[in-house]
């Protein structure tokens, strides 16, 4: 079975500060992992996946299999980070449907 | 281009009687996903479709849910007999292909509550 855990529901930092929204997945394979974003009023959207290995808005996140851990980090927070987050993983193959978290709310405060 | 469409996006019902939800996927998106997400949870998997067929309807909670996509572009799913506990926003989501690399992109979603 295919689990993701977002330990945290909430995190409320001040601007400028660095930021790490903590994800953990259990996965009988090799997973694609993924982070989701909800802005207010918006829908949800893709913000990066570990394959590509980029950085999207300043947030970068490393697949450690180790620790079967994702974690989502930026180093200087920006107000406009608000928004929920979601942790997401599917197969990599056929088996695409995604398997989400519960979700964590980044409150960036002036 | 548009985006993924869903309507209604609010529907009210009553318990035990029969909703439709639409889901218009980007052109051109051969796979079709449907997600319930509950108060405070995450997006749940329901059903997906790669062109008309049901690749995997494993996440529908049970016989009073179906969905359907005849020409393998728009989906319905369909709810009879609703009860309370079905509550939710129902979100929907197309992709180029079924293929766990491959981004899906998600439809505004309808708010189903069942009164």
């Known amino acids: 079975a295919q689990r993701v855990t977002q330990p945290e529901k909430l995190l409320s930092v001040f601007k400028g500060a660095p930021v790490e929204l903590k994800c953990n997945y259990s996965?009988?394979?090799?997973?694609?992992l993924f982070w989701y974003v909800q802005y207010s009023r918006q829908r949800l959207q893709l913000l990066l996946r570990h394959i590509s290995r980029e950085s999207i808005k300043g947030f970068t996140a490393d697949l450690n299999k180790g620790e079967t851990s994702f974690h989502l980090k930026k180093p200087i927070a920006q107000e406009e980070d608000s928004a929920m987050y979601y942790c997401?993983?599917?197969?990599?193959?056929?088996?695409?449907?995604?398997?989400f978290g519960k979700g964590i709310t980044l409150s960036v405060r002036p | 281009g548009a985006g993924v469409s869903q309507t209604p996006s609010n529907k009210v019902t009553e318990k035990g009687k029969y909703v439709e939800l639409r889901c218009d996927p980007i052109s051109g998106h051969t796979a079709l996903y449907w997600y319930r997400q509950s108060l405070g949870q995450g997006p749940e998997f329901l059903i997906y479709f790669q062109g008309t067929g049901a690749a995997d309807d494993s996440g529908l909670p049970n016989d009073r849910f179906f969905a359907v996509r005849p020409e393998g572009s728009v989906s319905t799913l369909k709810i009879q007999r609703t009860e309370r506990g079905d509550s939710a926003v129902y979100l929907c989501a197309s992709s180029l292909k079924a293929s766990g690399r491959v981004e899906q992109f998600f439809g505004p979603g309808t708010r189903l509550t069942v009164l």
């Open positions: 997401a993983l599917s197969g990599a193959g056929a088996n695409s449907k995604l398997t």
């Open positions: 996965y009988s394979g090799s997973p694609e």
